[in-house]
């Protein structure tokens, strides 16, 4: 059970505010004590009155959400650079930085006067090379479609002297550096770092663009060898990007390094949709992970104030707000747990209680 879902209540009441300076103070103290109070119960009592309306909610015991923070940095799922695998200059570009393409969708093209010339001299020695092979076996009595009734090691042996070997390596060859005159998207994707110019011999870069397929994220977070037990494998985690913390996406753990850093750190990896495609590589991102611990007795944060350095929760009981000392354990963005110090189904004071003093009076509820 959660406070949230607990009805929320408003109430008036007769409560006190700090005194405004030391002389006031301690005038108020020495007129109004008597002798064998504590300072406890002085500071309880050292206020001037004044009506402030509070709200109260009851204290709840159930299942509390625990809550690791970290910070991370997205990394495109899959990235490449684009090579330039033959030296030509460019002769044209079809794409930008931040087009989106498809999978073998034409990128760029080179000069191909060379790589026409080469895959035709290729092609001219296969001619040859068939014609010689085909001689070769005709002069031991076979015949080129014949060659599956020829013993293996003659045919090899044929291969060779009539120069086939040779020439199928060199028509691959041509063939490969005439295709990659044609630069293609090797997946889908968008186009980041293109800065080849058309006109310019691709030696001139050192790739001609990164390719991002940014449908699917990698996230990748630190947390301290103290909290590994907070999170596992296949673990769902809330990621908010810095540039727009008002989105919220969700993610899986994937991956956790069985090993801690010398900062005593040990890094996470997650994977996360990119449903809108709002995530880029490289964002910071705010890490959320979330584990339930059951059987706990839950306050609002709003609820515990500090004084003389103690934590302290106001009750409301018969008609007064009365000073409880508390003792917080595990703590999220919004909840704490009582250890000690309170029981379910107590009324606790959720706002306006940092100057409200022990019994102070209370008027009806407002509805």
């Not at 103290?29 to 008597?34: D, F, G, I, L």
């Not at 790589?115 to 014609?131: R, Y």
Request: proline fraction near 3%.
């Amino acid at each position: 059970m959660n406070y949230s879902m607990n009805k929320i209540n408003f109430i008036s009441l007769k409560t006190l505010s700090y005194p405004m300076y030391l002389f006031s103070s301690l005038m108020l103290v020495s007129c109004n004590s008597s002798p064998g109070e504590s300072s406890e119960e002085l500071a309880k009592r050292s206020y001037t009155d004044r009506i402030i309306q509070v709200r109260v909610t009851e204290t709840v015991k159930g299942m509390f959400t625990k809550e690791l923070v970290s910070t991370g940095k997205l990394y495109a799922f899959k990235k490449a650079k684009i090579p330039f695998r033959i030296r030509e200059d460019i002769t044209s570009i079809t794409v930008k930085n931040g087009d989106r393409v498809k999978k073998d969708q034409l990128l760029a093209t080179l000069e191909q006067f060379n790589q026409t010339i080469a895959l035709d001299k290729a092609k001219n020695q296969m001619e040859k090379a068939l014609n010689d092979m085909e001689d070769i076996l005709l002069g031991r009595g076979y015949k080129l479609n014949d060659t599956a009734n020829i013993h293996r090691r003659i045919f090899k042996s044929i291969k060779i002297k009539s120069g086939y070997n040779t020439a199928c390596t060199n028509l691959k060859e041509a063939e490969y550096n005439f295709e990659a005159t044609k630069l293609r998207a090797p997946f889908s994707g968008i186009i980041s770092d293109l800065k080849a110019k058309v006109f310019n011999p691709a030696s001139s870069y050192d790739f001609f663009c990164i390719l991002i397929d940014d449908g699917m994220m990698d996230v990748e977070f630190a947390v301290m060898e103290s909290e590994i037990n907070q999170v596992k494998s296949g673990q769902k985690i809330q990621i908010f990007p810095f540039a727009n913390p008002e989105k919220i996406y969700t993610g899986t753990i994937t991956q956790i390094n069985p090993q801690v850093d010398e900062n005593g750190l040990i890094m996470i990896k997650a994977t996360v949709k990119n449903s809108d495609l709002s995530l880029m590589d490289g964002m910071n991102v705010k890490i959320l992970s979330k584990n339930e611990v059951p059987d706990q007795l839950i306050v609002p944060k709003e609820a515990v104030v500090l004084r003389q350095g103690r934590e302290v929760v106001f009750t409301y009981e018969d008609g007064l707000a009365l000073w409880n000392y508390v003792k917080t354990g595990l703590e999220n963005s919004t909840q704490f747990t009582i250890i000690d110090g309170l029981s379910e189904g107590r009324k606790v004071i959720v706002s306006n209680n940092l100057n409200l003093a022990h019994k102070n009076g209370l008027n009806n509820f407002l509805k």
